[in-house]
């Protein structure tokens, strides 16, 4: 039986209120609560929406809008 938070919305806000800035952050630092799963992407996929999402930092801006201006 997984002793993790039920809902992504609940991890969600558990990781946010400890405060992880980026992925890396998350999984060097989950088990500061008991209740956060070591891969919540896996745990919560139906729901994941990325690191920026769960993590509740802005997503930065991507530096080239399509692939052609990229390759220039």
Known sequence: MSN???T???????AQRIGFETGREY??????????????NQKYSTDWEGWY???GNVTPEP???TYEEAKK
């Open 8 to 14: 992504y919305r609940e991890a969600k806000k558990a």
């Open 53 to 55: 999402v769960f993590l």
């Open 27 to 40: 999984r060097r630092g989950y088990k500061q609560d008991s209740k956060l799963p070591a891969n919540p």
């Open 63 to 65: 530096k080239y809008q």
């Open 4 to 6: 993790n938070y039920k």
